[in-house]
């Protein structure tokens, strides 16, 4: 089908048949999550770390972890079931880049068997640039990093600490680091040709105007798409770290800004911050029907 008028064609090729990505496919592909990546090396304020990665999940759900192997029979055991399948992705359940041998494993265990399967995964951004080149070399065609901010003192309100280079770092040296980091990595993503989505959880209060700035920052280095995700924050699910009584965005305040941001394209407001381990037509989500209990021991 035609593309929206103001994306470049060749960036159009890459995602027309992206469930994520265009409004229209969303109705025709399928992808999957597969919950192999637990650990992470920040803390952001809105994390609950009992819960999936809210970089790109919604937070309050537990996935199931697996491993690459168990996540192997998974994907064939569901691309046998679910024809529609087109994409693979490393959404945490917590950063798919620091534990990178786990992603890795994986993907090169799916793209043995199924090679044309489409390879995705979502990232915080610090270990990314050690990882670019094997990203580029797996043919891993789509990476989301969430940024919520490009001013280092705004960032100390967001994480408490991070972890790099073997040592704990925190307060205006973390969020400087990792905003580094993820400039970085954007950069480096860029100039080689890897599409780039921006994520940003937008927290009332401390990044709802930044983001604005944020926007521009990434676009341009090259990000090809920038999504407002709301903070989700419930009681039920506990109180985040370091958030305690932080309100979410009201819809009209988030669709304010979607608005404000727009670029025309019809792409993106339809992310559904999908589980760790979803699975299934984008609004569909059959996760529950692959359990690893459901699966067979071989296939
Ligand atoms: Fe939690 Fe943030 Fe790590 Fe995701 S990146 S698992 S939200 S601390
Ligand atoms: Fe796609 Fe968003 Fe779901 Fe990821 S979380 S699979 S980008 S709709």
Not at 180 to 206: C, D, F, H, W, Y
Not at 233 to 262: C, I, N, V
Request: glycine share 6%; net charge negative; hydrophobic share 35%.
């Amino acid at each position: 089908s035609d593309g929206p008028s103001d994306l470049p064609p060749e960036i159009w090729e890459k995602v027309k048949d992206h469930p994520c990505y265009s409004e229209e496919a969303h109705h025709y592909f399928a992808r999957m999550h597969v919950a192999v990546a637990p650990a992470c090396n920040i803390q952001c304020n809105y994390c609950n770390r009992k819960y999936d990665c809210a970089n790109e999940s919604r937070p309050g759900v537990v996935s199931e972890k697996l491993t690459p192997v168990q996540a192997r029979r998974k994907v064939i055991t569901v691309a046998n079931e679910v024809p529609q399948l087109s994409v693979l992705g490393i959404a945490g359940p917590g950063d798919a880049c620091y534990d990178w041998k786990k992603t890795r494993e994986t993907f090169a265990q799916v793209s043995q068997d199924i090679p044309d399967i489409k390879l995705c995964l979502s990232t915080n951004g610090l270990a990314l640039p050690d990882h670019v080149d094997e990203i580029a070399e797996m043919n891993i065609d789509h990476v989301t990093i969430t940024i919520n901010m490009v001013d280092p003192e705004i960032g100390t309100k967001i994480y408490p600490w991070i972890f790099y280079r073997n040592k704990r770092w925190t307060g205006l040296d973390a969020s400087k680091i990792l905003h580094e980091r993820q400039m970085l990595g954007l950069e480096m993503l860029t100039a080689r040709g890897i599409l780039t989505k921006i994520n940003s959880v937008m927290i009332p209060g401390i990044n709802d105007e930044h983001l604005i700035e944020v926007n521009r920052v990434v676009k341009a280095k090259g990000a090809f798409l920038h999504n407002i995700m709301p903070l989700i924050s419930d009681p039920a699910h506990g109180t985040h770290f370091g958030l305690t009584g932080q309100r979410g965005p009201k819809a009209q305040e988030l669709k304010a800004l979607q608005d404000r941001l727009s670029d025309g394209t019809k792409l993106m407001r339809h992310c559904r911050q999908c589980r760790a381990d979803a699975v299934g037509l984008l609004g569909e989500d059959r996760g529950q029907e692959f359990t690893m209990d459901q699966l067979a021991d071989e296939v």
